[in-house]
């Protein structure tokens, strides 16, 4: 079986452990993109939006940064790029912020020091989630269009 490579934006403000797991995601198949804040997280997606890049599947997030902490982010995230899934990862101290966070619209979180072959499961669950989602609303926006064209434009 083909495994699909899948579109990541890593954010956390440690850059040795995010040029560590870049890495091993690249050396994975995954196509890895980075940032090292919030609001550099935020200008990733804002180019990828109508770009050729391809567009991110999954953000891994770290909840604790300085300047715009992760939920700030997963909240900004979410209200630009609804599909886009994001896994929160974060320290034993901070599991009450991680709830906070998949109350906000994250897909899930994990304790760190995260197992690679558990955050790779996680972010192809991500994936699939996310296009099941992007394929939902095409769907819809199908049906509103054909709706507003009086049936002029109906599928083969």
Do not use: W
């Amino acid at each position: 079986m083909v495994k699909l490579p899948i579109n990541i934006l890593l954010v956390d403000d440690e850059r040795d452990f995010v040029e560590i797991l870049s890495l091993r995601l690249t050396d994975a198949g995954h196509r890895v993109r980075t940032a090292f804040s919030g609001q550099e997280a935020l200008s990733v997606l804002a180019e990828t939006e109508g770009d050729a890049l391809p567009e991110i599947d999954v953000i891994v997030l770290d909840i604790k940064m300085p300047g715009m902490d992760g939920i700030e982010t997963l909240k900004q995230i979410k209200a630009k790029c609804p599909v886009v899934e994001v896994i929160l990862l974060t320290g034993h101290g901070a599991v009450d912020t991680a709830i906070k966070g998949l109350k906000s619209g994250a897909f899930d979180y994990l304790l760190k020091p995260a197992d690679f072959d558990e955050l790779t499961t996680k972010m192809e669950a991500a994936r699939k989630q996310k296009d099941a989602h992007a394929e939902r609303l095409r769907a819809a926006e199908a049906r509103a269009l054909m709706r507003r064209s009086g049936g002029l434009f109906k599928p083969d």
